[in-house]
Structures are given as structure tokens and as C-alpha cells.
């Protein structure tokens, strides 16, 4: 039974940072592809980075260059490390794994709309992030 746990969330201001983690268990393959999502209301639940066994690491234009996403396969732990926050950052994230390496960037596409054709076999519950 595979879980996927996230952790990390609250309230931060604008400017500030966090890290978001998200503890595997259940999962011995090791071939996998581990996105973080964001979902608001307004915007629905989209793909704002990946990371996959081969090391990939691949982001949104909306989050390149503030976010970074990381993983110590032994503890089955990923990270998704959120800077210069504002209030487009203010979501439930969720961490979701698939069985696959993750898609590789497309130079005419944002890496979102590339990780967002994957039907991720496992998710997480999602843990809070509000910036204000």
C-alpha cells in the first residue's frame, strides 16, 4: 500500500521561505517520477515541478528559479524548497508519484503543461500553504 505523506505547510509572508516534504512509504520500485502540484480554487490543480530517478529535475515558468525540488531516495523523503514567496504562491500542495521517469522538458512548452499529461498513480492529501 503505497502513501504518500506531505508536511511543511502554514502561513508565511511574503518574501519568506519553506520547505514542503513528502515522505514515501510502500514504494520499493526504484524507477519513479515525483511532481509537486499546487491547486487554488481559481486555477485548479496544476504541476509546478518534478523530479524523477535519473536525477531530472524540471520546473513551471511560474516557479522557476524560486522553487527547487530535491530527494533523498534512502528516506524515501522529497522536497520541494519554495522562495521569494508572494501570494500566487498561497495553495494546497500536493506531492504525486508515478511508476515512470518523468517527461522531459519540451523547448516549446511550459514544463507544466508537459507534467500535466501524466495520470500519477499515487497522491498525497495535500498540505496547506498560505502567504500574506
Known amino acids: 500500500h503505497v502513501q504518500l505523506v506531505e508536511s511543511g505547510g502554514g502561513s508565511f509572508q511574503p518574501g519568506g521561505s519553506l520547505t514542503l516534504s513528502c515522505v514515501v512509504s510502500?514504494?520499493?520500485?526504484?524507477?519513479?517520477?515525483l511532481a509537486w502540484f499546487r491547486e487554488t480554487p481559481g486555477k485548479g490543480r496544476v504541476p509546478v515541478a518534478g523530479?524523477?530517478?535519473?536525477?531530472?529535475?524540471n520546473y513551471a515558468e511560474s516557479v522557476k528559479g524560486r522553487f527547487t525540488v530535491s530527494q533523498d531516495f534512502a528516506k524515501r523523503t522529497w522536497y520541494l524548497q519554495m522562495y521569494d514567496l508572494n501570494s500566487d504562491d498561497t495553495a494546497m500542495y500536493y506531492c504525486?508519484?508515478?511508476?515512470?521517469?518523468?517527461?522531459?522538458?519540451?523547448?516549446?512548452?511550459?514544463?507544466?503543461?508537459?507534467?500535466?499529461?501524466?495520470?500519477?498513480?499515487?497522491w498525497g492529501r495535500g498540505t496547506q500553504v498560505t502567504v500574506s
Open positions: 504525486a508519484l508515478d511508476p515512470v521517469p518523468c517527461p522531459r522538458p519540451r523547448y516549446y512548452a511550459d514544463y507544466s503543461s508537459v507534467l500535466a499529461i501524466v495520470d500519477f498513480d499515487y
Open positions: 510502500g514504494y520499493t520500485s526504484n524507477r519513479y517520477c
Open positions: 523530479i524523477d530517478n535519473e536525477a531530472s529535475a
